[in-house]
Nanobody, 123 residues
Framework: QVQLVESGGGSVQAGGSLSLSCAASGYLTSRYCMAWFRQVPGKEREGVAAIDAYGRIRYADSVKGRFTISRDNAKNTLWLQMNSLKPEDTAMYYC?????????????????WGQGTQVTVSS
């Protein structure tokens, strides 16, 4: 069983920064992809950024140049540094993990999910 626990959400004004982290525990193979998704009520879950075990990264167009995903394989920890935040970044942010090498921002490909952490950006 794999557990993912997010932390670091909060409230910030537009233009500000937040850093999210995700601690993974349980059985994970060495080759797995981790990602951040976000969701607002009434909308589908949206892929934000993904990183595979080799450091290959994929970003959603909406966050390119503003968000940075990173991971520490030895510590099973994932981060998301969010800069220049906009009100439209307001959402519940979820950490997710899947086996396999390919980075993906497709939510149904991910088997393991955290409980989420709220990010609110005010204008």
């Amino acid at each position: 069983q794999v557990q993912l626990v997010e932390s670091g959400g909060g409230s910030v004004q537009a233009g500000g920064s937040l850093s999210l982290s995700c601690a993974a525990s349980g059985y994970l193979t060495s080759r797995y992809c981790m990602a951040w998704f976000r969701q607002v009520p009434g909308k589908e879950r949206e892929g934000v950024a993904a990183i595979d075990a080799y450091g290959r990264i994929r970003y959603a167009d909406s966050v390119k140049g503003r968000f940075t995903i990173s991971r520490d394989n030895a510590k099973n920890t994932l981060w998301l540094q969010m800069n220049s935040l906009k009100p439209e970044d307001t959402a519940m942010y979820y950490c997710a993990a899947k086996t396999g090498l390919a980075t993906s921002l497709v939510s149904y490909e991910y088997k393991y999910w955290g409980q989420g952490t709220q990010v609110t950006v005010s204008s």
